[in-house]
């Protein structure tokens, strides 16, 4: 992209930018919460629409001169609905964790209860951790799974916690759980104890989006929750989606405006709007399917290398593995030395870890911003070998530039595709 402006006004910014630049395209981005966005993204995000205020929703604004800004909200809203197959959409929450607290406040009263995952088990800190500000306000019990080493979730277990505890929301989503939910289970007991079915769905939704993996709605769940930057490669963001019930997307509506945030950031709008229509292009199916195959061919090495990962494997764009138990280095560790040879991913408690969250025992990967720079099985097998190699050659500083030099060529082979930088 051309920075010529800030080049030419404020060398210390540009600077920044650009080093985060060449670290993008010199670099392998595994952290399977973030991707490439397209170039049209980025320009609708920094478009004219920053300077706008537009307090409301389309045709129901607060201030004028909205002609353009209702153009652009409404078609992110008709091309979310179309997307997930939802018959309302909320386009205007700033993240993830926004669009959950909304969803909260929309459908709960202080005091009610939610059944969701615990985050030592893949959940997500807004489903209930202590240090959040939401459990100031409601009441979560939360559900583990089974085994983690098959990552099978105890359904029986989580019937009887929901009939005894009468939660009002029974929530399904992660953001370190490598497998997919059995829906009809979820729906199924939060319906039977009169609670909302919802998925938080921010990690996944660009394969569900894509036609990789089945979605909640297909189940009966009644609303979704997401961020709009993770696998469905858009700006930074937040989305709510209501399957089908009138009643709780206005809720939701009236609780994202005004009853948490100001005015709508229609830039962000816009850059959303952006990328739900290459979602829906035929060329995103073949990126989605894509992330789960690059997936498996960086499962089959680890698993070859004896090292275990949480739920045995993966289905989906992520992998969480034990590296402490397996290589005896820690996920800090091991999360230092792969940057060193251009690796990014993030440390990672894994269920049950013995570790502290900042040097547990595990590492967190994925595939979905290799994929977009067309890694196919092939090259995504060789990083997952070279990153078993870093870990197990940690002292051997030869070894890591060697590996270093391969990843910088690696980048070379594969760049960022030219839309996308
Ligand atoms: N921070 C996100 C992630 O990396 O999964 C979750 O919100």
Redesign the pocket.
Known sequence: MDYEHIQNQDKEVFDAIEGEELREMEGLEL????NYVSRAVREANGSVFTNKYSEGYPGKRYYGGQTYTDIVETIAIERAKKLFDAKFANVQTL???NANIAMYFALLEPGDTVLGMDLSHGG???HGHPVTYLTKIFRFVRYKMKDPNTGEIDYDEMREVARREKPKIVLAGF??YPRELEYAKFADIAHEVGAYAIMDI??IAGLIAGKAVKSPFEFGFDVMTS?TH?TLRGPRGGLILTRENEEIAKKIDKTVFPGLQGGPHMNNIAAKAVAFGEALSPSFKTYAAQILKNAKAMEKVFLDNNIRLLTGGTSNHLLLADVFGSLGISGQEAETLLDRVGITL?KNSIADDTRKPMDPSGI?FGTPAITTRNFTEKESARVAELMVEAMKSKADETKLDAIREEIRELCKRFPVPESFV
């Open positions: 952290i399977p919460s973030e993240g993830g964790a997500h800190l807004t953001s370190a921010a990690h961020t993770k993030n967190r």
